[in-house]
């Protein structure tokens, strides 16, 4: 069973920066297209961003230009950097992947497999 595990969420200021990282294992990282979520309290789970094996991204609009996925297939790490944080980054944040390599979206049902989550809280 591919297992992923998020760490790297804390909390921080607003305007400051995270780095939050996804280890993966049990699976050959490098055909999987892995993504980024995160689920508000009270709100819907939604896509960060995604990568796919060979290095294509894509980005919600709400996290353009501030944040950046990228991933390292030697280590099977995936890795977000966040910076000039909101307090409405506020969230859950979890690791997905779908074999791939290939991505297509930010939609949950397009993903397999997830982590248990990073908490980010972003005070203003």
């Known amino acids: 069973q591919v297992q992923l595990v998020e760490s790297g969420g804390g909390s921080v200021q607003a305007g400051g920066s995270l780095r939050l990282s996804c280890a993966a294992s049990?699976?050959?990282?490098?055909?999987?297209?892995m993504a980024w979520f995160r689920q508000a309290p009270g709100k819907e789970r939604e896509g960060v961003a995604n990568?796919?094996?060979?290095?294509?991204?894509m980005y919600a609009d709400s996290v353009k230009g501030r944040f950046t996925i990228s991933r390292d297939n030697d280590k099977s790490t995936l890795f977000l950097q966040m910076n000039t944080l909101k307090s409405e980054d506020t969230a859950m944040y979890y690791c997905?992947?779908?074999?791939?390599?290939?991505?297509?979206?930010?939609?949950?049902?397009?993903?397999?497999?997830w982590g248990q989550g990073t908490q980010v809280t972003v005070s203003s």
């Open positions: 990568i796919g094996g060979y290095g294509n991204t």
């Open positions: 997905a992947a779908v074999r791939g390599p290939y991505c297509n979206g930010l939609r949950q049902d397009e993903y397999s497999y």
């Open positions: 049990r699976l050959t990282y490098k055909i999987y297209c």
